[in-house]
């Protein structure tokens, strides 16, 4: 027989650690480590197949350990309560699940299962150890016992048997305790011989057996190990004393008591209570295939894909009706390869999992997409599973494959569950679902780059990539229930990458010749302006030199430094601008010539860099990128050109449709003030919406308490300040270095915007508290930001930390309102069979390329969506104009 003895404590802290903190029940009870526990469990008796099941815990009374050594664990930190909290939990789901759990005060865990093995040894029977604590290395004294290790996560485990132990330590396991008391075991806070690694702890124990005959040749180490092993060597022997576990625990450890016996109707309440939806069928499948006794109602299920053994992976290459017969499928699950940038360079194959209980993998070769069947195959596919979908779906487009049947983007939503993170590629995601991850490297986008590696090498990694994918799937899905985000995700941001990869793999026109003439209108500029200040100075120098820049300004000159850095005193804008009167003739051109040079080297040179064979420019928009929901541009940022400088519309003139054809541009006003009105329900701000006002000018008036016939400029400008950014979370500082006037006035302003709009400053102060309480802040339709700057010891982060929670529901309301409005949008396009096309989007501005017969179809199909893509107290209202010009149309 095989039993399995699970170290609980170990593998539910390592389970706790490695799953986010913010998994929880909609009654907010975290679940992170249960949900982690339960899956280590499962996937371990499947693997494994014991006859019986033993978990067991330590108590919180002080051991034997404690008595003869009061420094023992002294270090270690309380468990989180939210950890804590949860053990008692497993516990539950252990009763539930019929798997025999031990505890016994004055012991811990570790003496349980040396008593366990002990009896296992006596019985003739076989005992796997799974734990995260080195100290069961010792109990491997026999080839019917081995140890697997938990070395981090969920999944990364490593089996040792004796000979294992040997290799890993160089000690044999009866020696380990010598050992490990030599080199010190810093987790229990017990000290080793200063100096003595691991290397030297086991070349020691080897040389002379044991730790007492180590001392005792202490006369023949080096003069400083052996001063060391002298004046510590009776602290390590008693410390080896109490590294040996104990065997004699009073504990009932009969192993015809171990066989589970499940209650089945009892796990999956317990699982329903949990809300682990797919959790139930992945025990009843461990439970129906090891045939365990058991009460209540089994329902046999198939494997699902957490359970992909990735040992076993087979990849085979497909041919064309093989590939076919794939995508015919409910559920398909693939990964890409390129030859260079995703989506942007050729396409290398397509990795599809076959079989996920199996592990088997088809290769299709990018050639295998020439096929007709295939393309069409792929085009009808109604289940695809990926990560990082766009690149592939925006690649294929080009070959008339549009991929409409994406149902999960492992990497929107990894997004959608947690935007706080800055990282969403297929490794990173697998480690902080998984513990685990692929062995292949990432590019930032989340796709595979496999720079020089053979064939062989590119399929398996593809293939293993699509097995990690087909792993990820059911946890991301259920933590997606979990949150309720089901529907936001479905409805939002998952038909929304195929809207954005139509948008990249359209692009928008351009004007190759107007660029040419902006660039050397910049060009010439750049020149005169650096001859002119080369002149001032009375030197040749780097104008984009700070170190030549600084010894002209502070050396030469003189003039008083400003803030220092770390290499010198600055020479930033800010510094500039202060530094501006002692020496206006040379920092105003200073200033603007740094103005035009970003100008002319971002997109004076940077446009003409990005123009596509066919004329047009194919920016990327991502996802993923603003925690707030909001897109963002790259390669090139289109978001970036300036909107209210005349050089920005400048760059937007040459911006222009297909030949015969117009540029409508439509934008919500105002959109994330209108958001406050609705969040905040102050009836001034409603009001003046609903009323049609000119919302800067009546908050001036109420502000500065005139009427608002009498609203002058400054007012108005002040007033618009402050509404925008409150959206942003701005405070009073914020606000006087925006303005250039003093903190104190600035304050002023402040406080007489929320005696005027008082239900705003309530609705910040709440939305700090809940955030802080809550630990995240949450939109109208649910979308869902973690703030942990809101929990830093550092005042300024938590400042950060408070701006962000200000301001999260708005600009992430703001951001659902348009995704809504661009999906939308772009599905009744197709549905009215109109050919106006989305070729770009700003902000909160979206920019059709419309045929002449559609203008005035298309104009109110636009209208019409924008303005109902949400039900707010205030209206919608949008701007809309047509153009020859991107510019013309922005006016």
Known sequence: MLIMALDGNSLAYRAFFALPEDMATSSGQTTNAVYGFATMLINLVKEHKPDGVVVVFDRPEPTFRHKANPEYKAQREKAPDTLFQQLGLIREFLDAAGIRWIEQAGFEGDDIIAT???????????????????????????????????????????????AGIKERTGVTPHQYPDYAALRGDPSDNLAGIPGVGEKTAAKLITQYGDIANVIAHAEEQTPKLRASLIEHGERVMKNAEIMVLRSDVPVDV????????????AVKRFFDFCEFSNMFKRFNDAASLLKWESSGTAVVESHTAADVPMAKMQVSDAKAADVVALLKQDIVVLASAWEAEPGRSALVGLAIVNDMASGTVLWCDARLLDDKKVASALTA?????????KPLMRYLLARDIDITGLVLDTAIAAYLLDASQSDFSLNTISQRYLGDEPRASQESSGQLDF???????????????????????????????????????????????????????????????????????????????????HRIAGSTFNLNSPVQLRKILYEDKGLTPGKKTKTGYSTDAATLEKLHDQWPEFIGPLL??????????????????????????HATFNQTVARTGRLSSDHPNLHNIPVRSDEGKVFRSAFVPRTGWSLLVADYNQIELRCIAHLAQDPGLIGAFKAGQ??????????????????????RSKAKMVSYGLAYGMEAYGLSQRLGIAVDEASE???????????????????????????????????????????????????????????????????????????????????????????????????????????????????????????????????????????????
């Open 592 to 617: 603007r010539y740094r103005e035009v040079e970003k100008l002319r080297s971002t997109y004076g040179e940077g446009l003409l860099a990005e123009v596509a064979h066919d004329g047009r420019i």
């Open 381 to 389: 596919a109604t289940g695809v599973i990926t990560h990082d979908a």
């Open 451 to 533: 720079g020089g590696e053979s064939t062989a090498q590119v399929r398996e990694a593809t293939a293993e990539a699509a097995l990690f994918v087909a792993r990820l799937t059911p946890i991301l899905q259920q933590q997606l229930e979990e949150i309720r985000n089901t529907d936001l995700y479905d409805d939002v941001e998952n038909p929304l990458v195929r809207v954005l990869a139509r948008m990249e793999h359209v692009g928008i026109a351009v004007d190759i010749t107007a660029l040419q003439n902006i660039r050397e209108h910049l060009n010439e500029q750049v020149n005169s302006l650096t001859t002119q200040l």
């Open 254 to 265: 009969r192993i015809t008591e171990l066989a589970p016996i499940p209650n089945l109707d």
């Open 694 to 715: 000119d919302i800067h000018t009546a908050t001036a008036a109420q502000v500065f308490g005139v009427k608002p016939k009498d609203v002058n400029h400054d007012q």
């Open 749 to 891: 302003i402040l406080n007489s915007y929320f005696a005027a709009f008082p239900n705003v400053r309530a609705y910040m102060d709440k939305a700090i508290a809940d955030a802080r309480h809550k630990e995240y802040t949450e939109t109208l339709f649910g979308r869902r930001r973690r703030i942990p700057e809101l929990r830093s010891d550092n005042f300024r982060v938590r400042q950060a930390g408070e701006r962000q929670a200000m301001n999260a529901a708005i600009q992430g309301l703001a951001a659902d309102i348009f995704k809504i409005a661009l999906v939308r949008l772009d599905k009744d396009l197709s549905e009215a069979n109109y050919t106006a096309r989305i070729v770009l989007q700003v902000h909160d501005e979206v920019v059709l390329e419309v045929p002449k017969e559609e203008h005035d179809k298309v104009e109110q199909l636009v209208l019409d969506v924008m303005h109902q893509a949400a039900e707010l107290d205030v209206p919608l209202e949008v701007n809309l104009a047509w153009g020859a010009t991107w510019a013309d149309a922005k006016g």
């Open 116 to 162: 366990i093995a002990d009896h296992s040894l006596s019985n003739g029977n076989q005992l796997l150890i799974v734990t995260g604590d080195r100290d069961s290395y010792q109990l491997v004294r026999d080839p019917n016992i081995r140890v697997l290790y938990n070395k981090r996560g969920v999944s990364d485990y490593a089996i040792y048997d004796e």
